[in-house]
């Protein structure tokens, strides 16, 4: 976005917060081409997308009294959109962990789904080299060999409690560091 | 609903809001709240009987200015938080924590040799002027401050209650300071410092749901 630009969507939010209709359309109709851009960057599929764009534009709404003419208006857009997208990952982390339950071998969560294959791999790579050598020989075996947790259990001579405790551990601290990342990268 | 609708729905609804007030109003203003409790609370109280005493020590300057430095700096950024696209320095954020870890420390350190059951009890005892001091001023003050933030859009609500809390809990301190000429760590701890974390904790769930509220409008 130009500095003029800016310029002209913060004089229409002024307006907005003076009750004038055409402006605020105006304004929210530029905001979510914004928004959609910033979301589309961090997210997918489409509907998720929208669906974030279109809270974020329930928030602008709702703080727009706190904007003050004259700032630059860009970063009041993007902090509270990034809230939203982080609101988003959030909500979607604590549903997946209440559907997979304890148990490691359920859980589907897919980190870092609109990242590219590159920066995928790189952070795939660091998060796993943040595992103690155990739980990433536990992870492994379940996930890339495919084992069961007792195949797993007979190999490493543990019981099978241990292997899914230590699997699950593994598995936290995997999803944590790649969400720790995502957020660092932006 | 498809986000067309949605921008023509809130378009067509839209109402003049007040604007918050600049920064550094809202930032004047709460300084001057501070001041004018703390100067009704010791009017009302008195001033420490050994105040023309200490007044002079270097000890009690660097704990007036280090509190009151604590007050302005954790009101700025409760103020500066609550308001999204206002960037907040980590370092001062640290500044604040730590010096509330070290100082609890030092007192938790210093409160150890003299810990018995009978210091307890004698201690307790004779705290329960401090520990009105710190609840009506906590309680004053944290209410209306919470409620202030709440106006705004707090988009990290634990944080900036957290902020607001610590604001309260220094100003607190600060008025405390002038009014209890006692200096024993039992007595600091329990007598000051115990009060101040019950009103934080309770801040802290009351501004978490107080706050919160912003992000739930727009869900």
């Known amino acids: 976005m130009t500095a003029e630009q800016e310029l002209e969507l913060a004089s229409l939010l002024v307006k907005a917060q003076e009750g004038n209709g055409e402006a605020y359309r105006d304004f929210l109709d530029r905001s979510s081409h914004y928004v959609r851009r910033f979301v589309a960057r961090r997210l997918s599929p489409a509907q998720t997308v929208e669906d974030v764009v279109q809270e974020t534009l329930l928030s602008l709404h709702s703080a727009r009294h706190t904007y003050v003419p004259g700032k630059p208006v860009v970063p009041w857009i993007h902090a509270i959109a990034q809230r939203r997208v982080f609101d988003y990952l959030r909500k979607r982390m604590r549903s997946t962990e209440g559907k997979a339950g304890p148990s490691f071998d359920q859980d589907e969560w897919q980190p870092g789904e609109a990242e590219s294959e590159a920066t995928s791999h790189l952070a795939v790579r660091d998060a796993l080299a943040n595992l103690s050598p155990q739980q990433r020989d536990i992870l492994g075996l379940l996930k890339i060999d495919g084992l069961s947790t007792r195949e797993v259990s007979e190999r490493l001579r543990i019981t099978e409690a241990s292997v899914r405790v230590t699997a699950h551990r593994a598995y936290e601290k995997f999803k944590s560091y790649l969400l720790v990342k995502h957020y660092e990268n932006e | ?219």
Not at chain 2, 30 to 55: C, E, K, M, P, W
Not at chain 2, 94 to 110: H, P, T
Not at chain 2, 156 to 162: E, I, K
Not at chain 2, 173 to 188: E, G
């Open chain 2, 1 to 219: 609903m498809r986000t067309n609708d949605l921008i023509s729905n809130l378009a067509e609804n839209v109402t003049p809001v007040r604007r918050l007030p600049p920064f550094s109003r809202r930032f004047a203003l709460f300084l001057f709240l501070g001041s004018a409790l703390g100067t009704l609370t010791i009017g009302y109280f008195g001033f420490r009987r050994d105040l023309a005493l200490v007044a002079s020590t270097f000890f009690f300057q660097l704990q007036t200015v280090a509190l009151a430095s604590l007050f302005v700096l954790s009101t700025r950024l409760a103020l500066l938080l609550s308001v999204p696209g206002e960037r907040v320095s980590p370092l001062q954020q640290k500044v604040i924590w730590g010096s509330l870890v070290l100082s609890l420390s030092a007192l938790v350190a210093a409160s150890l040799p003299h810990f018995s059951e009978e210091a307890l009890t004698h201690t307790l005892a004779t705290s329960g002027n401090c520990i009105r001091y710190v609840g009506v001023v906590g309680l004053a003050y944290g209410i209306v401050f919470l409620s202030y933030l709440r106006k705004a859009a707090p988009l990290y609500p634990l944080q900036t209650g957290a902020l607001a809390l610590f604001s309260t809990g220094s100003l607190s301190a600060l008025i405390v300071h002038f009014l209890c000429k006692s200096t024993a760590p039992l007595h600091l701890l329990l007598g000051h410092y115990l009060p101040l974390a019950v009103v934080t904790v309770a801040g802290l769930v009351l501004g978490q749901l107080i706050l919160r509220s912003f992000s739930k409008i727009a869900r």
